[in-house]
């Protein structure tokens, strides 16, 4: 343990933490989110000596950013920070006082705090209905009307590349970052494996990799889409734009958005097809430790969450559909 610098400072102990955690490997995607809490702590407490900030400093500040706060949203709303939040800017704190308790022997004031209650909100995946009018609007634009013709609809140019796009996050359950990371060379059309790398190049949480798959459909939309670009190499992007660009989250966002609004479905969002292949997999007799893998969780914990809404379905469709009560015995 090295000694204790009585003159540290928040911005200089944010600055060390975050080389520490670059240099341990910690996902770049978390490092950027802790570095946001803590920005936003010098906006409102200012720049503090550390051996000066105390255990009400901490409740004080997570308070302000519950109650208080504003966030500066694209669609200017003004609904407050969800619960979820207020518990991932403890848990930055938490991790920023562990490492000063063990590096220079702080007291670590954040362990007296007591961190704020969240409760996961329910999940709701898509519908067989909904994914089906979703891929079909994938094909066909919307029903247009005019006045001197029949109602009509024609085929979209990327009718293809969209209805891969959303058979491989339904497949697989990858994270937006990630289907947006994948170049060419990841993907072996014939296996239908697909290689998640880790990090910033391939967008997977928690510095590590993995291996997902996807089946004879998928793979056979994929193959089509590929087929129809030129000169193919294992570095370019493996979606890609009407403008020859790659996907990021916001356009992957837009898509899914547009592809909903023709079809009429709401609420539709990227990351419900991760929820919808999770639920899915364990309804269609998947275990919690096969999925936690392909998911690329660290724990099991979100896995558990997803094993309650399947098992509460299990519950109801064994009451309806009960051997014993439906014959009567």
């Known amino acids: 343990m090295n000694h204790r610098s009585p003159g540290l400072s928040f911005k200089k102990a944010i600055e060390g933490y975050q080389k520490y955690k670059v240099a341990e490997g910690l996902s770049p995607r978390t490092i950027e989110a802790y570095q946001h809490y803590f920005h936003q702590w010098l906006n409102h407490m200012g720049d503090m000596l550390i051996k000066d900030i105390s255990t009400e400093h901490i409740t004080d500040y997570l308070g302000w950013y519950r ?8 669609s200017n709303s003004t609904v407050p920070l969800s619960p979820k939040t207020i518990r991932n800017a403890w848990i930055a704190f938490r991790s920023l006082w562990r490492w000063l308790n063990e590096e220079f022997g702080y007291e ?3 362990a007296k705090v007591k961190p704020p209650k969240f409760h996961p909100t329910e999940i709701k995946p898509y519908t067989k209905e909904e994914l089906e009018c979703m891929l079909n609007s994938c094909k066909y634009t919307k029903v247009s009307e005019t006045v001197f013709r029949k109602k009509f609809k024609m085929q979209r140019p990327s009718a293809t590349r969209d209805t891969a796009i959303l058979l491989c996050l339904l497949d697989t359950g990858m994270r ?3 289907i947006c990371s994948l170049n060419v060379g990841d993907l072996d059309i014939n296996t239908g494996k697909v290689t998640i790398k880790h990090g910033s190049e391939g967008g997977a949480k928690g510095g590590t990799g993995r291996t997902v798959f996807i089946g004879k459909k998928s793979r ?14 294992d570095t370019d992007p493996l979606f890609i734009s009407q403008t020859n660009r790659p996907f990021t989250k916001d356009s992957l966002r837009i898509l899914i958005k547009r ?3 023709r079809a009429d479905v709401k609420d539709a969002y990227t990351h419900k097809f991760r929820h919808t292949f999770a639920i899915t997999y364990l309804r269609s007799g998947g275990d ?7 998911l690329g969780y660290g724990s099991l914990d979100m896995v558990k969450h997803y094993a309650r809404f399947a098992e509460l379905d299990v519950e ?5 559909a009960s051997p014993v009560d439906n014959l009567h015995l």
Do not use: G
């Open 220 to 233: 056979k939309y994929l193959w089509k889409y590929l087929n129809d670009r030129e000169e193919l190499r």
């Open 67 to 74: 109650t208080t706060y504003v966030p500066i949203r694209f």
């Open 259 to 261: 592809i909903a609004k």
């Open 108 to 110: 670590n004031v954040v």
């Open 316 to 320: 109801q469709a064994h009451r309806r």
């Open 176 to 178: 937006a970052s990630e």
């Open 288 to 294: 919690v430790f096969t999925l936690q893998k392909l």
